[in-house]
């Protein structure tokens, strides 16, 4: 039945002489491409609608399926196949072939020619083609022909360039800022061979997703400030990777040369993130190369009390010794970067090394229940998961009836997930629904609707979209829910009873790339590598002989924030601390004067790319590879399995792995495992838990904080672009970051007596910051800000999410 | 002589006030749309299909075919558009309809609506053109108050209100995608069909797009009938046009006459050439069309006679040019405006006219090779059928047809190392006989 159907919508067409069947609506440059031939093009883009602008693709049609031929060669890119269609290609049709030869003569009158100076020179489609599809002499230049020429380049955005005589104006740039990401600040300006790419005064091209207009011109014409003029394509050497930004898991390329990243490009992936990446993926690659890059493995000098570079032996020894002293209490916190198998090589050096199950990878707020309802709802619905094996998928995005967002703001949190709502909203109008405080600029987008919920309502929220006959949850349905869930009571609960009443489907998206990768590998107090838990004895027994080692240790381990308290209280000995920012764990935006003194007492091994408070705390400083360096794998939200392999070559920083094998080793216990490669195939070895999955009991939901008279709610999350350390470094990406404001309703706005555009106080449990307000669709008696612009960092001078603030209004 | 025009859409031009609702309604207008309004909506499109007319835009599509095209199963709402942007050089009928009787586009604009069921219907105005569109607006504003526009016309239950819309400036507009684009507040450029305008036009709805002549013309058939319009004309041309002749003529000026007429006749009738000169060559419709010689001053004058000849009817824009016009400069003055307008949306036509203008430039400066006229050639040919719109295509139109008819002349200038013109002589001010 199902092949009968496949096969009626198949259209037979006959290109250059070769038979071809395609599905129906197929287009006739891509019908081509079936029998090998390839049409040049420029403003034909597989994802993007055609355009028919550039002309170059010209073909002869002699029999349109009718019996009639057009009597003009025709735009393969905008003309579908018809049954019994004839087409010559210039590769038979001297007709089409001049057609095309002409066009590009005329593409090319206005062109520069600086392609020895132009970044896309050796990899430029125009240069390609007009090698192809052009001819060797200009009868332009010949006839004293005088180009047009602009000023050049203009900023459209402070990271991308235009060279405005480069352009052959194809609009795909355009194209992609409209339809793609939807910020379409870009567009045609002036007529005729002024025709140009431009931008309102004054409002630039300020979209995430900015950067792949660079990679989709096919000529020279948008370049990208920080690679301009740094190399050239053919210098390059290009290894294929995964993004580490975010838990996207979207596929990129890796240019380098030398042992230095140059670029990186949006790889072409159809299952995760087609060919397009945010921004931050693409740009934010310079921080591991800045001058606070750890070089060499540091200890703590008995004499001086100071930190000075030891050998990788030394610093094991003092390492292992200095956990042997503080016995089983230490904390362990990975942090949210690692590869599934550094994270990996963290839970088994917990568990076997040290002993202990505190350990936890979550490097942010955790709420009041320490994070305890998040971890039991990722022990029994979201760890195992994967593509397959019924997890939700971004092809389920695409195709879902519905899907609601709660606790996640995807076009700042998951770059991937926001370009597939919106392609799945424009394609089926799939609509979106987000529980939040702020109905955004990327809900919009998604043509979404806001179910406007104070932060800390988001339990209740979640359980009336139940009876919400708008939303109208069912199986199609997707409900995506975000980490920031875990810092309100019953959410999580809330979701999965949602799931469950409705026959939606849920899934988890954190933050940083590493962190299901974590939870796939145990770093949780309460969870083992493959979904065992820690509680559950035949788990334990299972691991233990996997391992070959007596027993894995039952007892109840510490979360992040709990390990950092029982510091503080001096309950811990030591802490081994990874990928771990402290302004991000650490209330007020660093080390408070009894966590500094707590470290100080303590035995504190530190992993590292950079310096950092930690490294300047700890007693052992270990120099670990970041992604670039190694090879590894990050699991995304989905569950799905993204390897890559090692790009770089630097001999100076080893993977988590090899530096906690080292340690474990000099422990005289030894995690088995010393290279990523070893650690994957343990990972499979031990593979995941068969037997009954672990319990999740909706814990008592507690009731929304309500704030005091004159008391507002602060909603905040960090934006895509903000002062994470892994932006150091790009001048230009960081200068496109979001201006910080405070968001509230108008009817809020009026009520503090204030107007849009004032500067006024925000003041918090940490303390206050000044913001200009602004007006947006946000539920009433809240604010927003971001919790980590650069120069405003409201998670640290205001307060977490959640908590009650005052808005006192300024000047202007 | 005057036998042989056929006043009817010119038929009120001289009248006192002849833009006035009172001049217009008291030579019998509106009554075409009263009867319409009691006509079945079917038989006035059949009507229309009946009478032959073709669209007087230039491309003459059957105007009643084009209406027939509306999905009426359609539940978007219907447009009527009527394309007044009127802007190729040598053209100019609308502006001097629409100026001097717009009653007549407005009680056409109204029947057509209600034939193709549209309750709101767009008159895009080119934008230079301000006090003809002050002229429609008055007029639109006339006809509501007298009920012939806005809710339950004339009691027959339907309603239909017309929105004046001025351009701004752009050749462009006139193509009729790019029209719509312009309507809804978008760059004036060419929409990629299909789709096509009458399953998704202005807002992705039905629409119906017609040239100004084409609806004013269509009251006069409600009234008089079909038959008395395709009595008119050719065998597949039918109905009468206005002829605008312009430049080296006695008279220039527009002559309705029935399509089919000679310019013979029609220079005839403007008084001749200018005293003393001959004819050298002439556009049929406008500069988009390619220009023709005194060889071809006995070809009927409609669709099927221009296209013989190897051009088209167009606009019925004759321009005339008598033999002190530098073929060369004509050309080259056309492409300059052609490069001026195009949108800039297809490499041929962006990158096409800036190059012709300077191969003509060059030309005309008499710096060229012989070469350079096939050079020309070329890329007229790598432009005509290549563009996107038809802009580029009638960029095409002079410099081929001038190259086939007066080589010699482009030769010249190569030999004489620059124009042998005397420019002045060709000048409405040229003194008789003197070489300024």
Redesign the interface.
Same mark, same amino acid.
């Given at each position: 039945m199902t092949a009968e159907l496949v096969k009626t919508n198949q259209v037979t067409v006959t290109i250059d002489g070769i038979q071809v069947s395609v599905p129906a609506d197929t287009l006739v440059i891509r019908a081509a491409e079936e029998i090998g031939v390839q049409i040049p093009r420029f403003c034909d883009h597989p994802l993007l609608a055609p355009a028919g602008a550039c002309r170059q693709c010209l073909v002869d049609i002699p029999d349109a399926g009718n019996g009639r031929g057009f009597p003009k060669p025709q735009a393969s890119c905008t003309l579908p196949v018809a049954e019994g269609m004839v087409v010559n290609t210039q590769a038979t049709s001297p007709v089409a072939d001049k057609a095309q030869q002409g066009v590009m003569e005329f593409l090319l009158i206005n062109h520069p020619l600086d392609c020895p100076v132009c970044d896309k020179g050796g990899e430029c489609p125009l240069q390609n083609q007009a090698m192809s599809n052009g001819q060797g002499e200009s009868r332009f230049a010949e006839s004293g022909g005088v180009k047009r020429v602009f000023p050049k380049p203009i900023n459209l955005a402070p990271q991308v360039l235009l060279d405005r005589e480069r352009c052959i104006v194809c609009q795909r740039c355009t194209r992609f800022a409209d339809e793609i990401a939807g910020d379409p600040f870009i567009a045609l300006v002036e007529r005729g061979a002024q025709q140009q790419i431009g931008i309102a005064e004054g409002v630039e091209f300020l979209s995430y997703f900015s950067g792949n207009t660079i990679q989709i011109c096919p000529v020279g014409a948008l370049t990208s400030a920080a690679y301009r003029f740094r190399s050239r394509p053919f210098d390059l050497v290009s290894s294929a990777s995964i993004a580490d930004h975010d838990a996207c898991g979207s596929a990129i390329r890796v240019d380098h040369r030398r042992g230095k990243v140059m670029r990186r490009m949006a790889g072409d992936d159809r299952d995760v993130n087609e060919e397009w990446i945010t921004d931050k993926d693409r740009f934010a690659f310079v921080s591991t190369r800045l001058d606070d890059r750890l070089t060499h493995p540091q200890v703590r000098d008995t004499e001086t009390g100071e930190l000075r570079a030891a050998s990788w032996p030394e610093a094991f020894a003092v390492a292992a010794r200095g956990l042997a002293a503080a016995k089983k209490k230490v904390g362990l916190l990975p942090g949210g970067r690692l590869t599934a198998e550094d994270a990996y090589a963290w839970s088994k050096f917990a568990r076997v090394t040290v002993r202990t199950n505190n350990i936890d990878f979550r490097a942010r707020p955790l709420g009041a229940d320490h994070g305890a309802e998040e971890a039991a709802f990722l022990a029994s619905t979201v760890v195992l998961g994967a593509p397959g094996a019924g997890a939700v998928t971004y092809a389920d995005l695409e195709t879902a009836s519905a899907v609601l967002l709660a606790g996640l703001e995807p076009e700042d949190e998951a770059g991937t997930i926001f370009l597939r709502l919106r392609k799945a909203n424009r394609a089926t109008g799939a609509r979106v629904f987000a529980i939040s405080a702020v109905g955004t600029r990327g809900l919009a987008k998604v043509d979404g609707t806001l179910l406007p919920t104070v932060p800390g309502a988001e339990a209740a929220a979640l359980a009336a979209v139940a009876s919400n006959s708008d939303v109208a949850l069912d199986s199609h349905s997707v409900i995506l829910v975000g980490e920031r869930l875990a810092v309100v009571p019953g959410a999580l609960a809330a979701a999965v009873e949602l799931a469950r009443s409705t026959g939606a489907r849920l899934a988890w998206v954190p933050r940083r790339a590493g962190d299901r990768g974590a939870v796939e590998t145990g770093c949780l107090p309460t969870l083992l590598p493959g979904g065992r838990p820690v509680a559950d004895a035949m788990a334990r027994v299972d691991l233990a002989e996997a391992w070959g080692v007596d027993a894995v240790t039952g007892k109840d381990g510490l979360s992040g924030s709990q390990i950092l308290d029982a510091l503080r209280d001096g309950d811990l000995n030591a802490l081994v601390v990874g990928g771990v920012d402290p302004a991000d764990v650490l209330p007020s935006g660093g080390v408070d004067k009894k966590l500094r003194k707590a470290l100080k007492k303590a035995f504190v091994i530190s992993l590292e790319v950079r310096s950092s408070e930690f490294t300047e705390l700890a007693d052992v400083v270990f120099p670990v590879a970041p992604a670039s360096d190694k090879a590894g794998t990050f699991i995304n939200w989905e569950g799905r399995v993204r390897s890559f392999p090692k790009v770089l070559d630097h001999p100076s920083s080893l993977p988590d792995v090899r530096v906690l094998a080292g340690i474990a080793e000099e422990r005289g216990r030894s995690i088995g495992v010393r290279t990523p490669e070893q650690a994957w195939a343990e990972i499979v070895k031990v593979g995941p838990w068969s037997g009954e999955r672990a319990g999740f009991e909706a814990p008592a939901s507690a009731a929304a904080p309500q704030p005091a008279a004159g008391q507002l709610v602060l909603a905040s999350w960090k934006q895509l672009l903000d002062d994470g350390r892994g932006q150091d470094g790009d001048e230009h990406l960081r200068a496109s970051v979001r201006p910080p404001v405070a968001l509230v309703s108008a009817g809020t706005l009026t009520s503090l007596g204030l107007t849009a555009g004032d500067e006024v106080e925000l003041a918090g449990p940490l303390g206050r910051l000044r913001l200009p307000v602004a007006v947006g669709e946000v539920a009433e008696g809240v604010v927003w800000a971001p919790a980590s612009a650069p120069g405003a960092s409201v998670r640290h001078q205001v307060g977490p999410a959640g908590s009650a603030v005052t808005l006192v209004g300024g000047t202007k | 002589m005057t036998d042989v025009l056929t006043p009817v859409l010119t038929d009120d031009w001289d009248a006192a006030q002849s833009w006035k609702l009172a001049t217009y309604e008291s030579r019998g207008g509106y009554g075409a749309l009263k009867k319409a309004l009691g006509m079945n909506q079917d038989d006035i499109i059949t009507a229309v299909k009946d009478s032959g007319l073709r669209g007087r835009g230039g491309a003459g599509f059957p105007t009643g075919m084009k209406w027939s095209f509306i999905p009426q199963d359609n539940p978007k709402p219907k447009y009527l558009v009527v394309n007044a942007d009127e802007s190729e050089p040598g053209t100019c009928k609308d502006i001097p309809l629409m100026m001097a009787t717009p009653h007549t586009l407005v009680e056409g604009v109204a029947i057509s609506s209600y034939a193709i069921r549209a309750n709101k219907a767009f008159i895009y105005i080119r934008g230079e053109v301000l006090h003809v569109i002050r002229r429609v607006q008055a007029a639109v504003a006339e006809a509501y108050e007298a009920g012939h526009l806005g809710k339950n016309i004339h009691g027959s239950g339907y309603d239909l209100d017309i929105v004046v819309h001025a351009g701004a400036g752009?050749y462009?507009c006139g193509e009729e995608t790019a029209l719509l684009e312009g309507l809804e507040g978008r760059?004036g450029?060419p929409r990629?069909r299909p789709p096509f305008p009458a399953v998704a036009g202005l807002y992705a709805s039905p629409t119906v797009i017609n040239n100004v002549e084409s609806i004013a013309s269509v009251p006069s058939i409600i009234a008089h009938g079909a038959e008395w319009f395709a009595s008119m004309g050719t065998e597949k041309s039918k109905g009468y046009g206005i002829f605008s002749l312009s430049g080296h003529v006695a008279n220039p000026c527009q002559y309705e006459a029935p399509l089919g007429i000679t310019l013979r006749k029609l220079i005839e009738l403007a008084g001749g050439i200018r005293a003393g000169h001959e004819l050298k060559f002439w556009t049929p419709g406008g500069s988009s069309t390619p220009l023709l010689t005194a060889d071809h001053l006995d070809i009927p004058l409609d669709f099927e006679g221009v296209s013989g000849a190897g051009s088209m009817l167009g606009t019925r824009a004759l321009q005339i040019f008598d033999e002190t016009t530098c073929v060369v400069r004509a050309v080259l003055r056309w492409t300059e405006f052609y490069?001026?307008? /195009?949108?800039?949306?297809? +490499?041929?036509c962006?990158?096409? +006219?800036?190059?012709l203008t300077? +191969?003509l430039t060059?030309l005309e400066k008499g710096q060229?090779t012989p070469g350079?006229l096939d050079?020309l050639l070329?890329?007229c040919?790598?432009?005509l059928?290549? /563009?996107?719109c038809a802009l580029g295509d009638g960029a095409t139109s002079p410099i081929s047809s001038s190259i086939q008819y007066f080589r010699e002349e482009y030769l010249a200038h190569l030999e004489h190392g620059g124009c042998p013109f005397d420019p002045l002589a060709s000048t409405a001010f040229a003194i008789e006989g003197a070489n300024a």
């Open positions: - | 752009a462009i760059r450029q990629l490069k001026h307008e /195009s949108c800039g949306k297809c +490499t041929p962006r990158e096409g +006219t800036w190059w300077q +191969t060059r060229g350079d050079l070329d890329q040919e790598n432009i059928g290549r /563009s996107f």
